[in-house]
């Protein structure tokens, strides 16, 4: 389970050659909005030469429905991407779409078949918001879904998709809040959006503080200095991970009961399906 994402530019060798020292659980090597349209060939060039032999490194392809998503793909697959970002989907067709082209293009580089994610950013379109569900069972490929309000306030004409505080507008958190129950219903990791103010860490640690507290296992980053920060924030604390391992604990005690009282608390499945989470989190940060 992934924390932290980082964007980096497809055609800058340079930051592409410090993203690895990032301390990023995952780098999306970013062939779309980041990269001018004239500059998307040898991006691609650059992009196919660091994957290889390079673990946990995503590409973030064009919209499936252009020239430009079919020449990402050919130049990208040769060296095993471990997932393609697929941005700007119209619904789970496209993710299906895209895992078709996925199949054949394993076969034809000799990779294992399959081995190739999806993560679909699955709200920049307005009408995509409405076909959310059709994510569930969509494909095997489909690993995560994540959330953008950029694209979408642009789509839809807003001047501004946050308040003066900075919180998210009503429409907006419409949006992460349909993007973290469709991840839930389809089984795959919720991953939050980017926090635009790069220079702001400690409004960033309140912000993925409050997406893990929602249910959110990780977060996109714009910025190298941001990884730390969201990578912190996704680690369960000590004082969960004791009351966690406790919950589990109870009930491994008392198997067959629905419910336990604890410190003058009544625990129920729910709360043990959340220690579970809590306390397997922990084991994989502490393998890592």
């Not at 095997?140 to 839809?156: I, M």
């Not at 730390?228 to 996704?234: G, T």
């Amino acid at each position: 389970m992934n924390r932290s994402y980082l964007f980096v530019p497809a055609d800058s060798e340079r930051k592409m050659a410090k993203a690895i020292d990032t301390g990023a659980d995952a780098i999306i090597l970013d062939l779309e909005d980041s990269v001018a349209a004239a500059a998307r060939p040898a991006a691609r060039d650059i992009a196919r030469e660091y994957l290889a032999g390079k673990q946990n490194v995503w590409v973030r392809i064009n919209p499936i429905d252009t020239e430009d998503a079919s020449a990402d793909l050919e130049a990208v697959m040769p060296s095993a991407p471990a997932g393609i970002f697929l941005p700007k989907p119209r619904n789970a067709d496209d993710a299906v779409l895209l895992a078709t082209r996925l199949d054949e293009l394993e076969a034809a580089n000799e990779l294992v078949a399959g081995q190739t994610g999806i993560i679909a950013i699955c709200t920049e379109q307005p009408g995509a918001l409405f076909s959310l569900h059709g994510y569930v069972a969509a494909t095997p490929r489909l690993a995560g879904l994540a959330w953008g309000a950029e694209d979408l306030s642009a789509a839809v004409g807003a001047t501004s998709n946050r308040a003066a505080d900075g919180s998210w507008l009503p429409p907006y958190e419409l949006a992460r809040s349909l993007c973290l129950f469709a991840a839930a219903a389809a089984e795959v990791a919720a991953i939050d959006t980017v926090y635009t103010d790069f220079r702001d860490n400690e409004g960033l640690a309140r912000y993925a503080g409050n997406a893990r507290r929602d249910g959110f296992s990780g977060m996109l980053a714009i910025h190298p200095g941001q990884v730390e920060v969201i990578n912190q924030a996704f680690v369960p604390t000590q004082a969960e991970l004791e009351w966690a391992t406790r919950i589990v604990d109870a009930f491994a005690e008392t198997p067959g009961a629905g419910t336990i009282g604890l410190d003058s608390r009544m625990i129920d499945r729910p709360h043990l399906v959340q220690a579970k989470r809590i306390v397997e989190l922990a084991r994989r940060l502490a393998d890592k």
